[in-house]
């Protein structure tokens, strides 16, 4: 580059400074392994293959847009959120302890709805028709296999049990199919039978040890058809204590919401002043208000299910017209979680159900040892090697030992400029490319004190070394390059963090051999005659 | 000070020797991934990275034993525990089976939770991954290697040329077969940073035979080069590059050692897997990488002499010697 001594020097003095510059300004990324935290890789859910790949395409682009609000509101630092690939997305989330609550809060959906709560009548003309698709859908024998205690009906506390705990026997000729294939042991009305008349309106009470059952027949394709078309069958959250038993309720809905969350304004956490209960109030926009209010003009009296991703959190009654703010009570729950429900509805819903796909955690003070470590470990090796060039080559391998100082430099500038993450297998790699660094000049040193052998004079042994040397460290760091390079492109996490530290060590081992140690040489060489011998 | 100097010490004559000798630790590796197929269902001891599954490092406030551990996770039902380093440090490992992605991870938590005192344990790591996941990964790694042995072949056919590109992967791949069998052997678990260490271990070994072959193409375009006996000129570049290959292959060692003396145990695999390929990359670059050069001239040299003796113009090792 430069022939002079002093632009050499000046060269070297701007790389020193671009690196310390960027080294302070940028400081260098610790990753997840580090400094501790979530990792998550998630994929739009969609078993059935439904979705084109455009689509699939556009919903991770949206959810990514949902979840970096979501995440930004719920106040992580330096978060990442990033697509990969057409459907995929990586969340990585530095210093979060509380992982199942950070999970929920990525992977709910937080798809709101409002839908007036009909009576069950609208099912019950529906029921054995229901329980006639399951017998057909499932086999009767499947059905025996499933287990009787799922198929036992609720007990018989409960006042009034619909269709109680009738037999296969009794209700089984109204198909003469399915008699000839029944079994006595096998309940004909699989459905009916989890059922027991709820304690609201428009309500059906499950024993909680049923509900999975239940949730199963409901999800069958067959079960799907044959319910009736205006009504939709909805969870709720809680689970309730009816005498000895644990229930949940199960709501029968308009299948149309009226409302929907796409019209909310904001949304907050509170505290119900009467009863001290969590609670989350929100406001909708001027459409959904006059929307809101129109509606429940009309149904004062009636009750409202507040569905929140297919689940009731709640079904107030409507006691009067409701304008364009209001609450959703969350029963038990912890102030935390209205809090987090009430983040996920200002940040909207996302487009699809993600699933989860990978998942890792590091706790903080496993990171922080693996730093100690880490270090430690690189200092005893940066030692051990400077030693050995101080004793193999005395006056030149203390040249190489500052051309490693400056390695050092350009290797943590390089980290920081590239907004490098440094990882556990990064420190390694950075360690690792000490030991490497030094080959560089190792081979010109061993090329000097050969030529020197020669009978050469010491500056063009010294010449000669570096250019004969030169063909070998190129043709040795771009396959170690290569290799590393595809290292990167196929980690993730801390592998990649790996090939990036490699790759940057092989650059600056490079610059800090040929360039640096050698700008050295010529300074030492210029201090003396050209034939005066050197310590190498 | 000085090492190895004028070193003159007959590699290649040692060549078979050294053949024999990596056979039979490829050998030996190879058997041992047979066996782990009837013992634990995988030629390797594949971690969750691959095979998919639940991992959980948890660490407890004082020294506990595995089999208390054993018997909180269900006796003998109980997924494989394993110590982690210190006495206090467990990870347990299990395999998804078909459940939900957190089902396993969070019955195994409040198995723990259930038998321990809450403040004596901590869980200071957990991965989970889904068995697709796992699968692509699997690809995806031996693609990796796959690929950087093309680019890698491509890159010193064009520098030097297609025989010795062709001599330097046989060596690598020698690496890795030997790697890859001390894996098995010692049923070392394969996970993210053990396929890093692989590929480092072909940047090593690659980087070492090229300041060989390097010394190998300078010492045939020298004077009187090319009518050189290639043994003895082959045994002449390695006795010259033989300080720089100790040197180097020594202070990488060092600091390797260092690492994992005092690197934690979260690195350690993978710093047990690099120094080994420090080793055998070192070994393969002297002993199988040049012998191997010889023997591909030799046959293409047949070859060529079988097809009606077109004498070969650009040659650089015209072989007359055996090894």
């Known amino acids: 580059m430069f022939k002079s001594l002093r632009g050499r020097l000046v060269t070297i003095l701007i790389m020193v400074g671009i690196s310390a ?29 439904e979705m084109s790949t455009e689509e699939r395409s556009d919903a991770i682009d949206r959810a990514e847009r949902i979840l970096r609000t979501r995440i930004d509101e719920f106040g992580v630092e330096e978060p990442l959120i990033q697509k990969i690939g057409s459907d995929r997305i990586i969340v990585e989330l530095p210093g979060i302890d509380d992982q199942d609550r950070a999970k929920s809060l990525i992977q709910q959906s937080a798809f709101l709805e409002f839908k007036l709560v009909v009576p069950t009548n609208g099912l019950e003309t529906a029921l054995s028709r229901i329980d006639r698709q399951i017998v057909l859908a499932v086999g009767v024998d499947s059905l025996g296999r499933m287990g009787s205690g799922n198929f036992e009906a609720p007990q018989n506390e409960l006042e009034s049990l619909i269709f109680g705990a009738q037999t296969a026997d009794t209700l089984g000729s109204e198909d003469a199919n399915i008699e000839e294939e029944q079994e006595e042991s096998v309940n004909l009305r699989p459905f009916t039978a989890l059922l027991a008349s709820g304690d609201l309106e428009g309500t059906y009470l499950v024993a909680l040890e049923d509900v999975e059952t239940a949730s199963y027949f409901l999800g069958l394709p067959e079960v799907q058809l044959a319910l009736p078309r205006d009504l939709s069958l909805h969870w709720e959250q809680e689970i309730i204590g009816v005498g000895a038993g644990n229930y949940r309720r199960l709501y029968t809905t308009e299948r149309d919401a009226f409302l929907t969350g796409e019209m909310l304004e904001n949304a907050l956490a509170q505290r119900d002043p009467q009863f001290n209960q969590a609670q989350v109030s929100f406001e909708l926009s001027r459409a959904g208000g006059r929307r809101f209010s129109n509606f429940t003009a009309q149904h004062v009296g009636d009750f409202i299910a507040i569905v929140l991703d297919n689940e009731v959190v709640s079904a107030p009654s409507v006691r009067d017209r409701i304008g364009a703010s209001g609450v959703i009570d969350m029963g038990g729950a912890q102030l ?14 996302l487009p699809a159900q993600l699933r989860i796909m990978e998942e890792r955690t590091v706790g903080p003070s496993l990171g922080q040892d693996s730093i100690d470590q880490g270090s430690m470990a ?13 004793t193999y080559y005395r006056v030149a391998g203390a040249l190489a030992v500052l051309g490693l100082l400056f390695y050092s430099v350009l290797v943590l500038g390089g980290l920081a400029a590239f907004n490098a993450t440094l990882t556990l297998p990064g420190i390694a790699g950075l360690i690792l490319s000490i030991g490497m660094a030094v080959d560089a000049n190792v081979l010109i040193f061993e090329r000097i004190r050969e030529e020197l052998r020669l009978g050469r004079v010491t500056r063009t042994a010294v010449d000669e070394g570096f250019e004969n040397a030169f063909s070998a460290i190129v043709d040795a760091n771009v396959t170690t390059l290569i290799t590393s390079l595809i290292l990167f492109q196929f980690g993730t996490g801390p592998v990649k963090g790996f090939a990036v530290t490699l790759s940057i060590g092989i650059v600056a081992s490079f610059v800090s051999a040929l360039y640096v140690t050698r700008t050295l040489f010529l300074i030492h060489l210029s201090r003396r005659k050209s034939t005066e011998p050197i310590s190498i | 000070m000085r090492l190895f100097d004028k070193a003159d010490y007959s590699f290649i004559q040692k060549a078979r020797g050294a053949a024999f000798f990596s056979g039979t630790l490829i050998l030996i590796g190879v058997s041992s991934m047979v066996l782990n197929v009837q013992s634990i269902g995988s030629w390797q001891n594949y971690g969750v990275d691959f095979s998919g599954g639940s991992l959980i490092q948890v660490r407890f406030e004082t020294a506990v034993s595995a089999t208390e551990i054993r018997s909180a996770l269900g006796g003998a039902e109980a997924p494989p525990i394993t110590r982690f380093g210190e006495e206090n440090e467990f990870v347990v490992r299990a395999g998804l089976g078909g459940e939900e992605m957190d089902v396993v991870r969070q019955r195994i938590e409040q198995q723990l939770a259930a038998a321990f005192q809450e403040s004596s344990f901590s869980i200071v790591r957990t991965e989970t991954v889904g ?12 693609l990796a290697i796959l690929f950087s042995f093309i680019l890698t072949l491509i890159y010193i056919a064009i520098r030097f040329q297609f025989r010795f590109g062709l001599a330097a992967v046989i060596a690598t791949v020698h690496d890795i077969m030997i790697t890859l069998g001390f894996l098995a052997v010692l049923r070392i678990e394969i996970a993210l940073p053990t396929v890093a260490a692989i590929l480092t271990i072909v940047g090593y070994s690659l980087n070492d035979t090229i300041v060989v072959f390097d010394r190998i193409r300078e010492n045939l375009n020298s004077r009187g080069g090319r009518r050189q006996d290639p043994v003895e000129l082959i045994n002449q570049s390695i006795n010259e590059t033989l300080p720089r290959t100790i040197l180097t292959s020594g202070t990488t060692l060092v600091v390797l050692l260092a690492l994992l003396v005092v690197g934690g145990v979260v690195i350690k695999d993978f710093t047990s897997v690099l120094i080994l390929g420090v080793i055998v990359g070192t070994y393969s670059s002297i002993f199988i990488a040049s012998p191997a050069l010889l023997r591909i001239q030799k046959y293409f040299d047949r070859k060529e002499k079988l097809k009606g003796g077109k004498k070969r113009s650009s040659g650089p090792v015209s072989v007359s010697a055996g090894v």
Do not use: C, F, W
């Open chain 1, 378 to 390: 690189g200092i005893i090796g940066m030692v051990a090697v400077v030693a050995v060039m101080l």
């Open chain 1, 336 to 349: 935390e979680e209205a809090a987090d429900l009430a983040l996920v509805l200002r940040a909207g819903a």
């Open chain 1, 21 to 49: 510059g960027y080294l302070v300004n940028n400081s260098i990324k610790l990753g997840l392994d580090l400094q501790g935290g979530m990792h998550l890789v998630l994929e739009v859910d969609d078993p059935q293959g």
């Open chain 2, 131 to 142: 068995p697709k996941i796992g699968a692509e990964l699997q690809t995806k790694a031996g």
